[in-house]
């Protein structure tokens, strides 16, 4: 971003350490937790907010089963659709809900 009063502060090859040896894929992975993060606390707040069940189908159709299935398949049987990044942008201040 070219913004006078802002000077940039990175240059392009300040990231080349990301590319090569597979380190990209974790900043991957960090944004797909805040993506699953901020569908989820969307997912509770459609639902009026933390209650018990809600606590409890998620300790139950999540936590408790560890590793022993997909967790995508998992997170989908508890949010009941795939998730959606839209919410990320929300959470952000990207995007309005009214867009």
């Not at 009941?80 to 809900?97: H, I, M, S, T, V």
């Amino acid at each position: 971003v070219d913004f006078a009063p802002v000077p940039p502060r990175y240059r392009s090859a300040f990231f080349a350490h990301v590319f090569p040896g597979g380190y990209s894929s974790g900043y991957y992975a960090y944004i797909w937790s805040e993506v699953l993060a901020a569908d989820a606390f969307a997912f509770v707040t459609e639902q009026g907010g933390l209650n018990a069940e809600l606590g409890a189908a998620y300790r139950q159709g999540i936590l408790s089963r560890g590793g022993t299935e997909d967790p995508m398949e998992m997170y989908v049987k508890w949010r009941r659709k795939q998730p959606d990044a839209e919410n990320l942008l929300y959470r952000r201040g990207l995007k309005n809900k009214s867009d």
